[in-house]
């Protein structure tokens, strides 16, 4: 069976960028401010917020830690160099350090958990600075699965990419003229030496993304899901991945005391009154 | 301002009290052509130009929203239109949620939000979206049908989608009627987005006499896919198309554009006319003033040739309806 995440770009293009520019206009901003880490999802994050916005009021953050692969550094700068945006470097490691230090013992996870807080907090500072709202570099993949800190790299004031897979996001890119070297790398959250997306997920997100498509987007059954050609471990691993990850899509739960609890009772879109 | 044309000619039908058709007229071409005279004795053809607004609107703030309902008035009268059409809520915004009962309104003349589109309906027909409120705060999605500076017609939502990203039930009351009513152009029935996805509404606006159906949404575009369309608005399109096909009657769509938070809406108003054919498109996500001409005098033409509604059966309609209902 031929699983079909093919997207029109230009249409996506259309709404993405028209998304941007009204959900940051109609609540009196007009700058956006990206977290670029050299990977395909902040540069294509950066490109529709170019297109929406103008390049003038974009900034590019470029935020490595000692030990971050210099390839991010540099294609981070290619994109930069590519969309014509400002841009800031600012190390973390003398941030983070400290924190990482203080226990011989801390395991990777807890050290990319630090990493990921650490340019979250550098990133909403200086939107501040530069008067702009933080655009989320957040693919439909990684939200599903969990693969992502929670308060880290979720953070963001509006996530353009949220609703493309990951192969749908390297789509896109190809027609937002993304630099080439970028599509073409292995996906890595680059927190350690060596790491890729892929190797430590232990699949591929050509494969994840089919099955997730069917299962959320076509609303399949696992026995439809193994028709389609799937295994059923495999399923089972990947819906058992997405339920345990429902905690990070959502704010933490209130609990209910009066007539009206936020959450719950008390209901209004963030654009309410714009 | 999207795609517009003017009309093909100046709008000639006011102050008709009564419409009849003269078949004898010697003006009458034995082949098919026909004309409208008004009981005065004078021979119009019957044409209604009309204006299809998409806006975006700001999401509860109904005085914003006013404002930009006169701006497309102003500039519909500018091209002479004889009616524009407002989206669903047009004033109000859409995912209102606990927003509904502070941006309520009724349709009377004294009411600050009504007064002057009231005002405005002395030169042009006018359908606006909002939250109509009962004597008895029950709150309804309603469409409101003005012309010559008082109500003429108002619907409310029947169909209130309460699945996938609809939350409709939550925050409304259901309407519980179906009317078709008189206007200056001839009979109309007006329906709201869910509404139309019910066949039967249609189809009761039809035999209660509907040649004109004007349909207002406010529908998030949704099912990216490699074509250029979503499948949002070509679910809609084909389900509009399909109506003037099956009612030979004319469709209008007046669909709003914007964004409420994640949600877009994609705006595409559509005119189609009584075989199906598409008269008019606006474009997708934009803010447009969509112009169309609609020659009336199509319906008896279409009518002669496809006789649907002449052979309808609804003695038999009723029959199965009852043997149906009456099993459940």
Known sequence: ?274 | MGRSRKPLWASVHRGFESLSLRQSDPMDNPFGSFFISNKRGKIRPMQLTLALAQIATNLGDVKANLDKHLDFIKQAKAQKADLIVFPELSLTGYALQDIVASVACKPEDDDPVFAPLLEASRDLDLVVGFVEEDSRHRFYIASAYLSGGRVLHVHRKIYLPTYSLFDEGRFFARGDSVRAFDTRFGRVGMLICEDFWHVSTPYLLWLDGADIFLFSSASPGRGLNEYDKLESAYWVENVNQSYSNAFTSFVVHSNRVGFEDGLNFWGGATVYGTNGELMAHGPYFEEALTMATLDLNKIRRTRSRLPLLRDERTDLVQKELERILSKQ
């Open chain 1, 1 to 274: 069976m031929k699983i079909e995440l093919k997207i029109n770009t230009d249409l996506a293009r259309k709404i993405l960028t028209g998304f941007i520019k009204s959900e940051i206009h109609r609540v009196g901003f007009t700058h956006a401010v990206v977290n670029l880490s050299g990977g395909l999802d902040s540069a294509v994050s950066l490109a529709l917020a170019v297109e929406a916005l103008g390049a003038e009021n974009v900034m590019a953050l470029r935020l490595p830690y000692r030990l971050s692969s210099p390839d991010s550094l540099e294609h981070a700068q290619l994109v930069i160099d590519q969309f014509k945006v400002q841009s800031e470097t600012v190390d973390i490691s003398e941030m983070a350090d400290p924190l990482i230090k203080s226990d011989p013992n801390m395991s990777k996870a807890r050290k990319g958990n630090i990493m990921a807080r650490t340019r979250m907090i550098v990133l909403y500072d200086r939107t501040e600075v530069f008067k702009g709202l933080a655009v989320g570099t957040s693919n439909k993949t990684e939200i599903l699965l969990g693969y992502s800190t929670l308060w880290g790299d979720m953070a963001s004031a509006i996530n353009p990419i949220g609703d493309l897979y990951k192969t749908q996001v390297r789509q896109l890119a190809q027609t937002l003229k993304v630099p080439q070297p970028i599509i073409d790398k292995a996906p890595s959250a680059d927190l350690w030496e060596g790491q890729t997306d892929e190797g430590e997920l232990g699949f591929t997100y050509e494969r994840v993304d089919k099955l997730l498509y069917l299962l959320v987007d076509k609303r399949y059954t696992i026995q439809d899901c193994m028709d389609a050609g799937f295994e059923e471990a495999f399923i089972r691993t990947i819906i058992k991945r997405v339920q345990r990850n429902q905690f990070k899509r959502m704010m933490p739960p209130i609990a209910k005391l009066s007539n009206r609890t936020i959450g719950y009772d008390f209901l209004y879109l963030r654009d309410w009154g714009t």
